[in-house]
């Protein structure tokens, strides 16, 4: 499996992220979760979900398709990914390869304040890990494939004189 790419683990971290941060939003939108018919009944609200459809996304670690939920209405605007928006940027993409890649919170802190100029609180990197924590443990503990070609290569240089000139 590839880290980056499509289909690679990057990718598929920031795939859910995004398809679970929707969904929440929908969630806040409508004001009942999904299943929840006591809820729905209780807000009074005529209006549901009606199902999702897929969004290509140019991102950093390479192309990602989400499902973006809508209702039956039309009235649901997403937050995290805004209609008519076919590139992603932000930090979170950036904190969950971070994450991904081993690192922790403090590290992420740190390498944040270093690469970006702003050092998010550990809470709020906390909570954008937290929603691909159940993701990253299958990941490193997948079936390794039994070959992988090694190459090593060493060089020196030495500059020597040639002629009355050093090459």
Request: charged share 20%; net charge negative.
């Amino acid at each position: 499996m590839e880290s980056t790419g499509e289909g690679g683990l990057i990718s598929e971290l920031v795939r859910t992220a995004l398809g679970r941060g929707l969904e929440a939003g929908m969630t806040s939108h409508l004001g009942y979760g999904p299943g929840d018919w006591a809820g729905k009944e209780a807000n009074g609200s005529a209006n549901s979900r009606n199902g999702s459809y897929p969004k290509a996304l140019a991102t950093e670690v390479g192309p990602v398709t989400i499902q973006v939920p809508r209702d039956r209405e039309g009235s649901f605007t997403p937050g995290l990914v805004p209609k008519c928006s076919g590139r992603l940027g932000g930090l979170d993409g950036m904190i969950i390869g971070l994450y991904a890649a081993g690192m922790t919170v403090r590290d992420i802190g740190h390498r944040l304040a270093k690469t970006v100029g702003t050092e998010p609180s550990h809470e709020t990197i906390s909570s954008i890990t937290d929603t691909v924590a159940d993701v990253v443990p299958g990941w490193r503990e997948r079936p390794l494939d039994g070959f992988y070609p090694v190459m090593c290569l060493d060089a020196i240089r030495v500059k020597v004189g040639d002629g009355g000139r050093v090459v």
